[in-house]
């Protein structure tokens, strides 16, 4: 049995796989055409992939999102924090 290289054991993570709490929340999230709050994302992700995460995943998933590169602002607008993706330029992802 051989050992493979680094390269080969430490694949980069793929962002938009669907089989992950991660993927899913990101595919939402880079698709949303406006902000959105938890349980907004949330039903969506039911929607889309027949999953229920929870709340904490999710904000848990937002966060590791931030640490994989992506920008994901938040505001709190009388109610519950809504999020939503921005591009690299400061666009903002899935807006037509």
Known sequence: MT???VTELR????????ESQLGRVY???RDA?????LHEIGAEIQRRFGRMDSHAGISARIRELRGHGQTIVSREKAGPHEYRMMTAWGGQD???
Do not use: F, I, K, S
């Open 94 to 96: 899935g807006a037509a």
């Open 33 to 37: 055409g406006a902000w959105l709050q």
């Open 11 to 18: 694949r980069p993570r793929r962002l938009d796989n669907p």
């Open 3 to 5: 050992m493979g290289t």
């Open 27 to 29: 595919l939402v999230l």
